[in-house]
């Protein structure tokens, strides 16, 4: 196929920062009509969102969830990510499911739609769980008005307006009605960004000590596969990919690509393309210029990939039956909180006496041409690392916590806890909390610790600290 060249004569190249203008427009003041006015509202409708405004309406709050799609899931349906890791953890040789609480409700819903396959091994050492992401929407939308969330789609997050430094007392959000506010007595940033964070003035990092981030991948889906001649195609697929860069035929993105059955075993999604700028740095998610040029670089890795799929046995008759709304997003802005979780916590299977969920994924690094897994000591230790409660506490603000992608973890250690599992454990975790601080007029940061974990645990959640670890997958 020929190759299509970089976003053509309408975009502007990708570089550190290519819109800042010296130019600029001035707008004028307005008044924003008040959307509504709530106890709590949650930006970002993925696994740490629908998480946090679950738990937030079922502590007795008035709570909102804000997206700007119409459906939720965030990157596992917004970027075909179809595939739940981080429910489970390898447990001294054993498999678990550590992450249970809300994800629970979430995945018995998927499952009541037939959504749902059992959990699938991954290199041999832990489990992952593959779904539909039309089930995924459907169970999310169900699970949130099972406990009266009000939900706000197609809004996105602008800005805020704040007390004083210390305190959010707006959301802004773009509608197609125009802008509105939404008012709120604790904010719970879900974005996985960390945008109304960064807009209160958070303290934030992006990247590794040289500002390098996880490469964002473009996801899709293929039909049409015979699964019998395919086989475990997934064992023979990195082999083939070897043996057709050497003949010169193909040449991929990156190493370890990932192509797995879905529910319907002639369905399999395909993890297999990498976002670089023309410097070879990863794809900015906060640039709209890099965007631009990751989601048509995507598409055409995209269908590179296929064109060499389609060589493999059992995919011959395949064809893409969905390219994501959006690129996927790995890694972007990371709150500095009151602690960083790290790399060594994860690999050390770290515990802490505020812990709200465990996180029993490996480190899991997409750097150029390559994805590199670092796994605790399999089988000498319990395969999993705590949450503390502070990683979810933005330094120098009173009324806001942070869950999922964006909450306080270094490079290394979000690589690890940016999964799923993870996202949901400090939702519930962030949504708890803040009600919990309302009920006793108290900011998040003050609120005891104990408390929550208690609740947590009555939730049904697992969160370490000597509990007995669920059985069961
Ligand atoms: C290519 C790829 C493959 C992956 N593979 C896996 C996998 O196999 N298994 C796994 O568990 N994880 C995987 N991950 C990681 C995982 O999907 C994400 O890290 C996880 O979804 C993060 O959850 P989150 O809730 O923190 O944020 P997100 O899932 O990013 O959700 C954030 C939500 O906020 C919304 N939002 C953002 N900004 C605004 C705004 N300003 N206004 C309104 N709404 C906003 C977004 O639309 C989105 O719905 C993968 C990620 C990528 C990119």
Redesign the pocket.
Known sequence: MAKIPYPGHHARPPSGNPTLSAKTIEEPARKIPLYGEYEIVV???????IAAAVAAARGGRRTLL????GF?????T??G?T????LHANVYGQMHRVVRGIASELLARIDRLDGINAPHLILGKIL?QAYDTAAYKIAADDLLASHRVDVLFH????GVVMHDERRVHALM?ETKAGRRAVTADVFID????G?LAAWAGARHEVGDRQGHMLY??M?FRLNGVDPARAGDAWRTIPALMEKAEAAGTHRFPRKAAIVRPQRSPIEWRV?FTQLAREDGSAISGLEPDDLTRGEIEGRRQAVAAFEFLRTVPGFEKSYIVDLPPQL???ETRRIVGLYLLSGEDVLDCASFDDSIGVNGWPMESHVAGDVIFKFPPIPQSRGFNELPYRMLIPEGLDNLLV????ASMTHEGQSAA????A?FAM?EAAGTAAAMALDGNAVPRDIAVDKLQDRLKQQGAFIGRGQPIPGGL
């Not at 804000?66 to 799609?69: K, V």
């Open positions: 930006l970002g409708g993925g696994p740490a969102g804000i997206e700007r799609y939720l899931g965030g990157m596992g917004a970027a990510v595939n739940f890791c981080g992952a809004a996105l997050g602008a959000v879900c974005s996985g960004d945008d964002p991948s996801m993890n996927g997003i790995r869950a999922g992608r964006c940016r999964v799923s599992g996202c939702g």
